[in-house]
Structure formats: structure tokens, C-alpha cells
């Protein structure tokens, strides 16, 4: 059930409702799973996907049958190896050894992990994380290998971060090493799902042939989200930012956090805004080999949303207060609109568009970004021209085509779609307010009472019992009762 605060900000958005709308009603997946014929570890697992993440969940569970499970069984994996990771009570000691061998604990049948702390979000995922091995097992031979080098790889290179004194203390220091980090935790991930997909003949076999297009899938999206959780992470005493890059712009990282110093912290998050911006481009190459309707939804939605996200913290003093996310409704719409390449392009031109428009001559990297965002919008035209036949004759006064015209009813239609939902929004509000005010009434209230007090300019009722309550009451009871 929505709350007062909710209601009321999608009365004055209606855009937004008709878009949580649409998602939640009309959608409709291109695959669909039975969990009738699950087994109960199975069902069990995506109850662990569901809980770990929803955005994820949500695209997974729409996949290719060839890949449902892989993938679902492929994020678990990589999050109960996270989860040991980030887990700041548990002893180096102990830490690393699982950490190196987690590939191997894959084929362990009721292998389980019960030394993370109280605390630890996904904690329950590794207590019971013998039903996710009983699962991997059943995956196809080629799968499993796929899984387990990924597997072993990420164990490895969160075992040497966990052991780098220096990153635990002052955090990460050059771009050489940020990218190294992002390649560590979310590279390798875009390259065990390019594996997988090309394995089971979904995408192109090129893209395995050009490593740094899945690698700017995953730095995309990880570096985005690090821009994002920079509160988060400071307040867990966690550095992801280089120092080479914020120390440009403060002398010391807490002073990011000082508003007196908020123009030079925008002017960093802006160049951290820069760094994410130059993987945009392979993005949208990347999902250009991908030949499934379920495997291109899966891979483009997350990246419209990191882009979405991206415009949304690009100086944005927010983001040093507190965790900003895009809305319900703008999410629910990247969702709806993300279903092929050009739509993608579109929503990347979008958002591009709007971070060029914020960015200001008083930023140290003002070319810089201009220059990047300008890079993205060139190489989006070179696969979606804007200047088609159909425009340039519109534009010399030719008739207008078949689909144009369409494309024009279409967009009236949704103009008068998001006035029905607004007036609807406020009928609603309105026969509720009158519901209520009819149940008062009955209950006895005095609304004659209270329009006399308002007449006479009084908007704040009087204490209980005081004289002046005494003197309204006499006034307006019948005495003679």
C-alpha cells in the first residue's frame, strides 16, 4: 500500500504512475519460468535472487530457458563470494583461503558458511548455500567450466586486494588500479556471461574476439555505482575513488564531504563522471552482437539504468550526503523503452544530452566532457542517422511518410493516456477525501463549528479544556440541553 507522501507525488507526476503502470500490467516477458517444475533447491535459489537483488531478479528470471538457470546459479556464486569479502569481521586468515578456493567449494555437495557476521546482508545465502551447489551440479559440463575460471579468477583478485595493506588503509590510489579493481568484480563477470552466451549460440562469437567490449559492460556499471555509493562507502570507511583523481580538487577525501567545499567536490565527481563516460560507447557496440530478444533485454536494461543514474549524480552535491537513485517510475520506463538497439541509442542520447547541458565552463574538465559526450552522440549516428531520407524531405516541405504519421497518432494517444491517469489520480483523492468527510459527519463531528472559528480567522484549535474551548462550546451548544 503506496503512502500519503507517495500518493501525493504521483498525483502531481502522473507520468511516473503511467509508467510503474504500464511495466507492472502490460508487460509481458518474452520468457516466462514454470517454477512447478523446479526442484525445491531450485525455487529456493531464486528466493536468494530475489532477496539479494530485485532489478537483477527481475531480468534474469526472463532469460532464455538455455540460460535461466546458469545465469541465475552464476550471480549467486559471485555473490556469496562477495559477500565473504566485503565481511570486515571475518579474519584475514580465514578470509583468503575461501576466497582462493571457492571454484573448487563449487563441487563440494553440502559445503555451507555460517562465519560471516549477524550483519552481513546476504549472510542466509551462504548458510544455506549447499541448495546452490546441489543445483550447479546439474548445469551442463561447459557451463560449470565457464563459472568455475570466473569463479577462480574473482577469488583471486579479491584475495590480493584483501591482503594489500595499502588498499585497506588509504583505499585505491591510481586509475590503473581503479580499473583493475572494476575489472576484478564486474569485467570478469561481463566476460563469463559473454562466454556464456556465445556458448549457447545467443550473441555473437566476435564479441569473445574483442575482451574490451565486455569489459566496459561491466566497468560501466560498476563505476557508475561506485559514483553513486560514495556516501555509503565513506561512512563504512571504504575508498573507491583514486586519489590521483580527488586529490586534484581536495587535499584530503573527508573534505569531499564538507559542503564548504562543494564546488570542488562537484568538480571531482564530475571527472569521476568522465571516467565512467568513455566506456558509454563500447556499450551500445557490445549489445550490437547480441542476437536474442531475452539476452539483449538482460544486458541493455542495466546499462540504460546505469546511464539514467549517471546523469542523475553528475554534480549533484546530493550524492555526498546521502544514496541517490533514480525513481520508481523513470526506472519502470528505461524497462518498457529498452527492447532494441535504436530505442537503447535514443535513451543514451537522452541522458548524454542532459549531463552536456549540466556541465559548466567552471569545471576544470569541461572540454573533457564535451569532447566525451560528443564522442557517444557521433558514434550513435553512425549506426542511427538522424538525417534519413524521410526527415530531410519532411524538412523541404514533402509530405509527411505512413509512419511518421503513425509515430505522431502514437504520441497524442499517450499525451491523452497520461491526462486520463492525472484526472483519474485526483478522482480518487477526491472521492476518498469526500468518504472520509462523510464518515465524520456521521461520527458526529461539528463542521459548522469549525467554519465559524475559520470565519473569525482561527486556524489552530484551543487546548482541551482551557477557557477559550469552554467559551466555543457554550456558544455553539444548546444550552437549554
Not at 563440494?108 to 546452490?132: A, C, I
Not at 561491466?218 to 580527488?246: A, H, M, S, Y
Request: proline content about 5%.
Amino acid at each position: 500500500m503506496p503512502s500519503a507522501s507517495e500518493l501525493l507525488y504521483y498525483a502531481v507526476h502522473p507520468n511516473q504512475l503511467r509508467s510503474i503502470i504500464q511495466w507492472k500490467v502490460w508487460h509481458s516477458p518474452v520468457h516466462e519460468r514454470n517454477p512447478e517444475k523446479e526442484s525445491p533447491e531450485l525455487r529456493r535459489c531464486f528466493e536468494f535472487l530475489d532477496q539479494t537483488s530485485r532489478s537483477f531478479s527481475a531480468v534474469i528470471k526472463e532469460l532464455h530457458p538455455e540460460l535461466l538457470v546458469p545465469v541465475a546459479l552464476f550471480y549467486l556464486i559471485l555473490r556469496g563470494l562477495d559477500t565473504i569479502e566485503d565481511d570486515m569481521t571475518i579474519e584475514l586468515s580465514k578470509k583468503e583461503p575461501v576466497l582462493r578456493n571457492f571454484q573448487n567449494i563449487l563441487d563440494k555437495e553440502g559445503w555451507t558458511y555460517s562465519d560471516n557476521g549477524p550483519k552481513e546482508k546476504d549472510r542466509q545465502l551462504l548458510v544455506e548455500f549447499d541448495v546452490v551447489i546441489a543445483e550447479f551440479c546439474k548445469v551442463k559440463p561447459v557451463y560449470r567450466t565457464i563459472i568455475k575460471d570466473i569463479t577462480k579468477q574473482m577469488g583471486n583478485g579479491m584475495a590480493d586486494y584483501a591482503n594489500n595493506a595499502e588498499h585497506n588503509t588509504n583505499g585505491v590510489n591510481t586509475v590503473a588500479d581503479y580499473d583493475l579493481y572494476c575489472h576484478y568484480v564486474a569485467g570478469l563477470v561481463g566476460e563469463g556471461l559473454t562466454r556464456l552466451f556465445v556458448e549457447s549460440g545467443l550473441a555473437n562469437p566476435a564479441l569473445l574476439e574483442r575482451s574490451h567490449l565486455h569489459e566496459s559492460m561491466g566497468c560501466f556499471l560498476q563505476k557508475t555505482n561506485i559514483i553513486r555509493d560514495v556516501r555509503e562507502d565513506f561512512d563504512d570507511k571504504r575508498r573507491f575513488w583514486p586519489k590521483v583523481i580527488w586529490s586534484k580538487h581536495v587535499s584530503e577525501f573527508e573534505e569531499l564531504f564538507d559542503k564548504s567545499n562543494e564546488d570542488a567536490a562537484l568538480n571531482c565527481i564530475s571527472e569521476m563522471c568522465l571516467n565512467s563516460l568513455r566506456h558509454a560507447d563500447e556499450c551500445l557496440f557490445y549489445l550490437a552482437g547480441l542476437k536474442e530478444q531475452s539476452v539483449f533485454n538482460f544486458c541493455a536494461i542495466p546499462q540504460v539504468m546505469a546511464v539514467a543514474t549517471l546523469e542523475l549524480v553528475f554534480r549533484n552535491p546530493h550524492v555526498f550526503q546521502r544514496n541517490v537513485k533514480i525513481t520508481k517510475g523513470d526506472a519502470c520506463q528505461l524497462m518498457v523503452d529498452s527492447t532494441n538497439l535504436r530505442s537503447v541509442c535514443n535513451i543514451f542520447r537522452t541522458y548524454i544530452r542532459r549531463i552536456h547541458k549540466k556541465n559548466t565552463p567552471k569545471d576544470p574538465n569541461f572540454l573533457n566532457i564535451g569532447i566525451a559526450c560528443a564522442k557517444i552522440e557521433q558514434f550513435i549516428e553512425s549506426i542511427f542517422p538522424s538525417q534519413t531520407p524521410g526527415a530531410i524531405g519532411q524538412a523541404r516541405g514533402k509530405p509527411v511518410s505512413a509512419a511518421d504519421a503513425e509515430r505522431a497518432k502514437d504520441d497524442a494517444e499517450a499525451r491523452k493516456e497520461i491526462l486520463f491517469v492525472f484526472l483519474a489520480v485526483i478522482g480518487t483523492l477526491l472521492l476518498i477525501s469526500l468518504i472520509m468527510v462523510g464518515v465524520a459527519y456521521l461520527a458526529g463531528a461539528r463542521f459548522d463549528v469549525v467554519l465559524s472559528e475559520l470565519r473569525k480567522g482561527k486556524f489552530s484549535p484551543p487546548v482541551p479544556g482551557s477557557e477559550e474551548a469552554q467559551n466555543i462550546i457554550l456558544q455553539h451548544d444548546h444550552g437549554e440541553l
